[in-house]
């Protein structure tokens, strides 16, 4: 047998062995997936319940992702309403409170906006986050605690960098009125002094009455709204159809509950979104 092959299978033997001894965790949705990643680095096995292009909010649960929560050591989630869906399993698995991590409740209650989950649009918030799933690993695998508090530290500083960067790349935007499709963005609007003055679909799935469409339009056209932002690759007619009645564009502007599973999307999704609102309120 070569030496480069036998030094390929010493290398599989002891990664089998170090996923053996650290910490399985299973996050809810992409986000979350992203901040458990980089503080878990190669001592922990960190997978996503969803599919890369599943919608968080109505997600149909099934036994094989059971199997899967009840395999884990640590399950990660957002709370506040986002994973109702896992309500069953909770009720019927024993262990289900003991390895479960709502990092909602780790949010400052003063911080958090009632009723709106998506929090985890402030990077200032999800530094408190990272905190909190690094303090879980570190309980559950305290062999490697040295590590995952240095991973932590890490992804912090690059969250505050990017906290940093789009605060600076805003900063000389005096139209700073939005109007969005979804109401996801009251924690970013808030963390980057913009102005959320219209949302189109106010209660996700439900179309806006007339009534509401028509106050909509007298806001775009008294605030000078310069587009109605969407969610990238949305197909959605009416927000098109309000754009073109206005005589504003569509842009992009990522909610970032779905999309590539990989460590470092939520921070591309982030720096995406400073990119749009730069091109169209500049």
């Given amino acids: 047998m070569r030496l480069t092959a036998l030094i390929m299978m ?5 990664g089998c062995r170090a996923a053996e001894t650290g910490a399985s965790v299973v996050t809810s949705f992409l986000p979350i997936y992203c901040w458990a990643a980089n503080v878990a680095g190669d001592k922990a096995q960190v997978d996503n319940l969803l599919p890369a292009r599943a919608d968080a909010h109505d997600y149909s649960f099934t036994p094989s992702d059971a199997r899967r929560l009840n395999a884990a050591r640590l ?12 309500g069953a399993w909770r009720r019927s698995a024993s ?23 998506h929090f985890w649009l402030d990077p200032q918030l999800a530094c408190v986050a990272v905190s909190n ?18 991973n932590a530290l890490t992804y912090v500083m690059r969250l505050q960098k990017l906290d940093a960067d789009v605060r600076d790349g805003l900063a000389g935007i005096t139209n700073r009125a939005l109007v969005t499709y979804h109401d996801a963005f009251p924690y970013f609007a808030r963390r ?10 106010k209660v ?23 587009a109605i932002f969407v969610p990238p690759n949305s197909a959605s007619r009416l927000a098109r159809r309000i754009a073109d009645d206005l005589r504003v564009p569509v842009a992009d502007l990522d909610t970032i509950e779905a999309g590539k599973l990989t ?20």
């Fill in 263 to 282: 460590p470092d999307a939520y921070e591309e999704a982030m720096r995406a979104n400073l990119k749009s609102l730069q091109k169209v309120l500049k």
């Fill in 204 to 226: 996700a799935g439900v179309n806006p009455t007339p009534r509401n469409l028509a106050a909509l339009s007298r806001t775009i056209r008294e605030r000078n709204v310069r």
């Fill in 10 to 14: 010493f290398a599989a033997i002891v």
């Fill in 192 to 201: 980057y002094n913009l102005d959320i003055v219209g949302v189109v679909e």
């Fill in 133 to 150: 799933i690094a303090a879980s690993l570190k309980r559950i695998d305290p062999a490697n605690a040295a590590t995952y508090h240095s």
């Fill in 75 to 86: 399950v990660v989630v957002n709370g506040m309403e986002m994973e109702e869906w896992l």
């Fill in 95 to 117: 262990t289900a409170d003991q390895k479960l991590v709502t990092i909602s409740d780790a949010v400052p209650k003063d911080q958090l906006i009632e009723g709106n989950p």
